[in-house]
T-cell receptor
Framework: GQQLNQSPQSMFIQEGEDVSMNCTSS?????WLWYKQDPGEGPVLLIA?????ELTSNGRLTAQFGTTRKDSFLNISASIPSDVGIYFC???????????FGKGTMLLVSP | DAGVIQSPRHEVTEMGQEVTLRCKPI?????LFWYRQTMMRGLELLIY????????DSGMPEDRFSAKMPNASFSTLKIQPSEPRDSAVYFC?????????????FGSGTQLSVL
């Protein structure tokens, strides 16, 4: 079945630090999506990846579609307090009609 | 566009009461999804519709849950009777097309507390 393992579960960092998180699956995915959820709000799409090896940036955020097609990475450079939230990965596996979501990485940024 | 609109934002009710959650998808989007989010289980897909037709309701917990989409601009998720274990944040999301790998847009959610 579809399973996504997202790590780390949580991170507490200082403002200005860079952040890395990742998502791995036991099967091949053909699409990876990264979402951010602010407290009290719904997830908002940050970056979408459609090809193995693809590297896409959105401001200080950069995400990569792993070459094995079983993983994806999200990096945040020079973190700021408004980066606080829960970051979710989601993937689409061929043959399945819905996305699979990871459990999320909670990011806390200390000013 | 206003995005996906959900109401109410918060609902507090007593066990046994009927609860109705509402969703207006983004105009022009053909697919609509209902998710439930809890600390223990994360985001769980309950049901989704394509062109107002329910496609997969295997995530609906039990017969107490039902969902309808009478037209392209409105959907409801109903819980009757509600139980304390139904307490969670319920999200509605919509997608423009029918391809699974298309971008999903979420509403702000309904925080449900069943006492």
């Amino acid at each position: 079945g579809q399973q996504l393992n997202q790590s780390p579960q949580s991170m507490f960092i200082q403002e200005g630090e860079d952040v890395s998180m990742n998502c791995t699956s036991s099967s091949i995915f053909n699409t990876w999506l990264w979402y951010k959820q602010d407290p009290g709000e719904g997830p908002v799409l940050l970056i979408a990846l459609y090809k193995a090896g693809e590297l896409t940036s959105n401001g200080r955020l950069t995400a990569q579609f792993g070459t094995t097609r079983k993983d994806s990475f999200l990096n945040i450079s020079a973190s700021i307090p408004s980066d606080v939230g829960i970051y979710f990965c989601a993937g689409h596996e061929a043959g399945y009609s819905t996305l699979t979501f990871g459990k999320g990485t909670m990011l806390l940024v200390s000013p | 566009d206003a995005g996906v609109i959900q109401s109410p934002r918060h609902e507090v009710t007593e066990m046994g009461q009927e609860v109705t959650l509402r969703c207006k998808p983004i105009s022009g989007h053909n697919s609509l999804f209902w998710y439930r989010q809890t600390m223990m289980r994360g985001l769980e897909l309950l049901i989704y519709f394509n062109n107002n037709v329910p496609i997969d309701d295997s995530g609906m917990p039990e017969d107490r849950f039902s969902a309808k989409m009478p037209n392209a601009s409105f959907s409801t998720l109903k819980i009757q009777p509600s139980e304390p274990r139904d307490s969670a944040v319920y999200f509605c999301a919509s997608r423009e097309g029918r391809r699974t790998n298309e971008k999903l847009f979420f509403g702000s959610g309904t925080q449900l507390s069943v006492l």
